[in-house]
């Protein structure tokens, strides 16, 4: 099957906005309580190395506590070895290494600096139904559809569907009481004809902690052999009702990715920010990210490229050993094995329902730098993001504090910054539940300290039409042919997450 590899990974507190906040990812939800189910909160990580990809997901969701399913389209006929349940610590990590971060530097006393302040830096931080049995290969012949394995794992009964025809496959899951979207069976033609399998994980209840009308779902983990690094979004579409965000995340050996079939863009980076964002940095990210996609039509976004050992400034802890192990390291054949060489890839798309998208395809790309504090021979700090030897590129933000004490020296040194007078560590605000940020209630030019070129902002100068933010958007979102932006969004999709109903039995 070539285009439907689920080879990406969608991560993170996504900025689908409005209440509840919901993201997508590429497959779609199936209920058995007639009620409406909305996905919150979904995280998936991505290793890939040669032809192996390694998919771990996390999914929380909000709605009936009755027995679902998630379906998703797969390029193999996964086994029961193929699939694990993990632990959650690991998607909070992984989210927050690669999450747009805030940071507050204080300029340094002039007369107590030494040295020379050229490039000077700051301190470093650093079962469905019974469907006739297992023993049964073909479930109703006339509908084309084959089980083609059926096992357990945690609280999910996994059944591995292929079909060979996509109207046969959307009859035969209604006439198994599951209310699909309308309009589905487009959607599903082209990864039947692909020759997709469909990988259906239903969730037994009785196995699962609900909080707050949420379940609180083991991550889920598969690994397959596939020649195309993809990911299948167009079943999203199903059920989107307006504009989504993706957020992938992809760690590899030594490796950046970006898309291969729609424009790729890097979030501004290293802007001075006024001191109101402290408060309100959700709010600003989303509208600088507004902006960029307004400037960029169909592009996905890249938000971090960096070695996911390490970072600089750090929000949290760095991925370790274990840590790879979890999201599939265990399984690469021996490469990227260890606890470096891996980078992390974070990539950021929104799509509108409007017009299908492409699956989004994934290539290899060359090492960028950015967002760093390092300066040049005239002490100005490095701007966007340029091409380097390694990744060393992140979305950073700063809030400064010049210097306001006494100068009583005869040469002052300027533009030396660190931590706070009292000896505090820096402060380091990671944006990592961007879901819940409003959204068209900031004016852009008002949160930045300086001009912003390539997004035709200029500090404290409203933008035309009243800033170009958009309103809220309502339903699910997203914490992967040709090129061409998605219809009626400017940005782009990739993994989503299509939510589905099913009748209660009778």
């Not at 996911?308 to 760095?318: E, F, K, L, Y």
């Not at 660190?418 to 605000?429: S, Y």
């Not at 390539?454 to 339903?475: D, H, N, T, Y």
Request: net charge neutral; hydrophobic share 40%.
């Amino acid at each position: 099957m070539t285009r439907v590899g689920i080879a990406a990974a969608i991560a993170a507190a996504t900025l689908a906005i409005g209440a509840p906040a919901a993201h997508a990812f590429c497959g779609f939800y199936i209920n058995g309580a007639g009620g409406e189910m909305f996905n919150n909160a979904t995280q998936v990580v991505l290793m890939r190395s040669g032809t192996r990809t390694v998919l771990s997901m996390q999914n929380n969701y909000q709605g009936p506590p009755q027995d679902f399913a998630l379906v998703i389209p797969v390029p193999v006929v996964l086994k029961q070895a193929d699939v694990k349940t993990l632990t959650k610590g690991v998607f909070e990590k992984v989210d927050a290494m690669g999450a747009p971060r805030l940071v507050e530097y204080w300029e340094q006393d002039p007369c107590g600096v030494q040295g020379d302040p050229e490039g000077a830096a700051p301190m470093a931080m650093d079962e469905m139904a019974d469907m006739g049995g297992a023993e049964k290969k073909m479930a109703r012949r006339d509908y084309g559809v084959t089980i083609e394995a059926k096992f357990t794992v945690g609280e999910y009964n996994i059944v591995i569907l292929s079909a060979k025809e996509s109207t046969g496959l959307d009859r035969y899951l209604r006439d198994q009481k599951y209310q699909i979207p309308k309009g589905a069976e487009p959607l599903l033609r082209p990864y039947v004809e692909g020759g997709s399998k469909f990988f259906v994980a239903k969730v037994d209840p009785k196995k699962v902690q609900f909080e707050s009308g949420q379940a609180q779902l083991s991550p889920l983990r598969f690994h397959y052999d596939s020649e195309e690094f993809a990911l299948p979004i167009r079943l999203g579409l199903a059920n989107a009702k307006d504009k989504q965000d993706l957020i992938v995340n992809i760690l590899a050996p030594g490796q950046r990715y970006e898309v291969a079939n729609y424009k790729n863009a890097t979030i501004p980076t290293n802007l001075d920010v006024r001191d109101d964002v402290r408060a309100r940095f959700g709010e600003f990210y989303a509208a600088l990210f507004d902006r960029t996609i307004e400037r960029n039509p169909g592009a996905v976004i890249t938000e971090y490229a960096w070695d996911a050992s390490s970072c600089d400034p750090c929000p949290g802890p760095t991925l370790d050993e274990g840590d790879f192990a979890v999201l599939g390291a265990d399984v690469l054949g021996g490469q990227g094995d260890g606890d470096s060489g891996f980078v992390l890839t974070r990539l950021h798309a929104r799509y509108g329902k409007d017009g299908a998208p492409n699956d989004l395809v994934f290539k290899a790309a060359p090492p960028i730098a950015g967002g760093r504090e390092e300066r040049d021979g005239q002490n100005r700090l490095e701007e966007r993001a340029h091409p380097d030897e390694i990744n060393n590129f992140q979305g950073r933000y700063a809030i400064r504090h010049k210097w306001t004490g006494p100068v009583q020296c005869q040469n002052p040194v300027r533009g030396i910054w660190g931590g706070p007078p009292n000896g505090d560590e820096i402060a380091i605000q990671p944006a990592t539940k961007l879901g819940m940020a409003p959204r068209g209630k900031v004016q852009l030019p008002n949160l930045v300290a300086q001009d912003v070129p390539e997004l035709g902002v200029k500090a404290g100068v409203p933008l035309p039409g009243g800033g170009g933010f958009q309103s809220k958007p309502q339903g699910c979102g997203c914490t992967a042919g040709t090129a061409g932006g998605v219809a009626g969004s400017g940005a782009l999709a990739a993994l989503i997450l299509v939510l589905v109903r099913r009748r209660r039995r009778s």
